[in-house]
T-cell receptor
Framework: KAGVTQTPRYLIKTRGQQVTLSCSPI?????VSWYQQTPGQGLQFLFE???????NKGNFPGRFSGRQFSNSRSEMNVSTLELGDSALYLC??????????????FGPGTRLTVL | AQTVTQSQPEMSVQEAETVTLSCTYD???????LFWYKQPPSRQMILVIR??????QNATENRFSVNFQKAAKSFSLKISDSQLGDAAMYFC??????????????FGKGTKLTVNP
């Protein structure tokens, strides 16, 4: 069974540009969450999608947005990039949303560098 | 809002020895999940162990075990018989029971574990 895949793995952009990152969850998983990982702030929750609907959202500016497609693949977009957006962006998928436990599986991440 | 604190930015252990990583958290909720995740250098984050707050028994997974003290809001990870492959960043994480089924995790800042041969 293929794991969570993220593309691209590495990305270099300049300030002011926008970027789109993609995440393909494990087959059958319907929940996709995104996290930003930086040395200073650690791992911070961006948002979560379940069945094409945003279920939860972290405390990030509106420049950060996402969506989920009917096949559960998810994209996140960052507009008007700032130097502080340089980070490892991780996505995680789980089989189903809900109060019961579902293990989240993480992808390898996309390393975004903003120059 | 929930917070997770890992007070040890770095720890080291000799191969075959035992090490304990600390984690404390703050929440007003009574039901939740706690996790330890491992992130090896340049590799994917993987789940090490989980604990449901309503369970009094401490979780164990092979060489990994936790000491869950709900009243003290403490959740430490013990690694026994440490191996070179245990070297990684370890993150403690919290998941609420109540956020509409959300899978959102709140992470601590992590502890970098070095295993010395």
């Amino acid at each position: 069974k293929a794991g969570v895949t993220q593309t691209p793995r590495y990305l270099i952009k300049t300030r002011g540009q926008q970027v789109t990152l993609s995440c393909s969850p494990i087959s059958g998983h319907r929940s996709v969450s995104w996290y930003q990982q930086t040395p200073g702030q650690g791992l911070q929750f961006l948002f979560e999608y379940f069945s094409e609907t945003q279920r939860n959202k972290g405390n990030f500016p509106g420049r950060f947005s996402g969506r989920q497609f009917s096949n559960s693949r998810s994209e996140m977009n960052v507009s008007t990039l700032e130097l502080g957006d340089s980070a490892l962006y991780l996505c995680a998928s789980s089989r189903d949303g809900g109060a019961s436990y579902n293990e989240q599986f993480f992808g390898p991440g996309t390393r975004l560098t903003v120059l | 809002a929930q917070t997770v604190t890992q007070s040890q930015p770095e720890m080291s252990v000799q191969e075959a020895e035992t090490v304990t990583l600390s984690c404390t958290y703050d929440t007003s909720e009574s039901d939740y999940y706690l996790f330890w995740y491992k992130q090896p250098p340049s590799r994917q984050m993987i789940l090490v162990i989980r604990q449901e707050a309503y369970k009094q028994q401490n979780a164990t997974e092979n060489r990994f075990s936790v000491n869950f003290q709900k009243a003290a809001k403490s959740f430490s990870l013990k690694i026994s018989d440490s191996q070179l492959g245990d070297a990684a960043m370890y993150f403690c994480a919290y998941r609420s029971y109540y956020e509409g089924g959300s899978e959102k995790l709140v992470f601590g800042k992590g502890t970098k574990l070095t295993v010395n041969p």
